[in-house]
């Protein structure tokens, strides 16, 4: 065995021992990311994309079904265009990576390179639309951001990262707010029925919404650690940046009137989730939806007459109903056992001499190792029927980490006892003063991370401030 392949399946750091040095690991020895010459940026390798793309795959299909359209917009915004709405210049300034040169040759006008796209969508808008007929509006882009982070680690926070962005726009406010809505579901339905992972939906405070909305919508999922991921964000933002960027249209009045606009995205950060939501001290667990390969096929003993042949075979077959990967490298089955361990194939299937001799194979799964014997002429269902099992027992197993990490207090005493020797979420009543969201962060380490739509009265007052409460919030320590 060379020292490369050694290297690819070393041991990585345990869970326990340190969570955030697992995660790294993860990262570099799956081969998902490799860091670049550009602190800050991250090299998504082959595998890595390849989750990314299938990720991809699986909401653009979603969002084409509810009538969105992908378009492009350019990578450089004018300083004076993204100055025209005040809370979203403000919001992303020290983030903000700027163009000043072109050439050899100064700019008469910086160009920010785009932390987000709110304004390039409303500058085009404000040409392109006229009648309350044209609504709505509903684009899509898929594209990269640059916002300079101060500290980054993969998937999690880099200085730019691969998302999504919707932006849309319509004739009225009850319109605007039910796109909002409806995205923010299909993230969770996204979540929870292909990557696996249960989210609770809610609204942000105030001082965590998105920098120039009226309202802002997440799903929040729980790590192994305990600790809270935002998964993806919803705006509402009302007809402010219509104004801002003077984008009217004429009405069925035949007067001119603002559109109402919402936004909403998820990131490459979805792929950090999975690593943290369901890997183990081997690797990675990737859900059969996103994953690369859903089954690695490995000979066993693959000099014997007859077995590479039907490994072949078997893997020509899996590929009409499944991705499938054919590992018939002349590397010893164990390492080829670890190595895709480590990549998180949720199935591997075993084929040997003896195995050929009964009609049979043997199907392990990545999350459990359980090893079921499997006639070779029931592929067809066997196989489907572990992939739905793996993923259901996933999400299961999330869930119950989820369960077991929310507690409910009412005072802050309480508070302050559970977020010291506890990681996870913890729901109490608010009043809604900012003054209370920050002495939670202050006092207790934990920040806001919803109010969620499921609401349950736990008390009558704020255990912060003793004053009458309005609504319960998850607090929580935040990747």
């Known amino acids: 065995m060379g ?11 345990s869970q326990e021992e340190n969570f955030a040095q697992w995660y790294t690991d993860i990262c570099l ?47 450089l915004i004018p300083e004076n265009l993204l100055a025209k709405e005040g809370e979203l210049v403000n919001g992303f300034a020290p983030e903000v990576a700027w163009v000043t040169m072109g050439g050899s040759e100064k700019l008469e006008e910086r160009l920010a390179v785009r932390p987000t796209s709110e304004t390039m969508f409303c500058d085009h808008w404000s040409r392109v639309l006229h009648s309350y007929r044209e609504l709505p509006m509903k684009y899509n882009q898929w594209c990269s951001v640059i916002r300079w982070e101060k500290t980054t680690r993969p998937f999690l926070r880099s200085r730019e990262f691969w998302w999504q962005e919707g932006h849309t726009i319509h004739e009225t406010a009850a319109e605007a707010e039910a796109e909002t809505q409806a995205q923010l579901n299909c993230y969770a339905d996204f979540c929870e ?17 998105f920098a120039g909305a009226d309202a802002t919508y997440t799903i929040e999922a729980m790590m192994k650690d305990g600790k ?7 705006h509402y933002f009302g007809d402010k940046f219509s104004r801002a960027y003077d984008v009217t249209f004429t009405g069925r009045d035949n007067q001119l009137h603002y559109p109402f606009q919402t936004s909403w995205g998820v990131s490459t950060r979805l792929v950090g989730a ?36 039907k490994a072949a075979e078997l893997a020509q077959r899996i590929s009409k109903f499944a991705r499938v990967k054919l590992d018939d490298s002349d590397n010893a089955p164990g390492w080829k056992f670890s190595q895709w361990e480590m990549k998180g194939v949720p199935l591997r299937l075993e ?72 990681t996870g979420y913890i729901k109490t009543m608010w009043c809604g003063e900012l003054e209370c969201e920050l002495k939670m962060k202050e006092e207790a380490g934990l920040s806001s991370r919803c109010m969620p739509f499921e609401q349950e009265h736990l008390s009558d007052v704020c255990p912060i401030c003793g004053k009458p409460a309005k609504t ?6 935040a990747y």
Not at 49 to 72: C, P, S, Y
Not at 228 to 234: M, V
Not at 472 to 477: A, D, E, N, P
């Open 3 to 13: 020292k490369d392949n050694k290297k690819l399946v070393q041991a990585i750091t």
């Open 472 to 477: 319960m919030v998850y607090w929580g320590i």
């Open 228 to 234: 809270a991921l935002q998964s993806g964000t919803s």
């Open 351 to 422: 084929l040997g001499p003896k195995d050929m001799e009964k009609n049979q194979c043997v199907l392990v799964r990545r999350d459990t190792r359980e090893k079921v014997f499997v006639s070779l002429d029931e592929l067809e269902t066997a196989i489907p029927q572990q992939l739905e099992a793996l993923t259901r027992d996933l999400y299961q197993r999330a869930l119950e980490n989820r369960n077991k990490r929310t507690w409910a207090a009412t005072t802050f005493d309480e508070v302050k006892e559970l977020a010291k020797a506890n």
């Open 193 to 209: 029925q292909d990557l696996a992972i249960p989210v609770v939906k809610g609204r942000k405070t105030d001082k965590e919404k």
């Open 274 to 309: 999975i690593i943290m939501a369901h890997g183990d001290d081997d690797g990675l667990i990737l859900p059969p939806a996103i994953a690369p390969f859903q089954v690695v096929v490995v000979p066993i003993a693959a000099h014997k007459p007859g077995v590479s042949e």
């Open 29 to 75: 020895k799956a081969e998902l990311v490799e860091y670049s010459s550009v602190k800050g940026f991250m090299i998504l390798r082959p595998y890595g994309q390849a989750i990314w793309e299938n990720i991809q795959k699986n909401l653009d299909a979603r969002f084409k079904a509810t009538g969105h359209e992908n378009v492009a917009m350019p990578v």
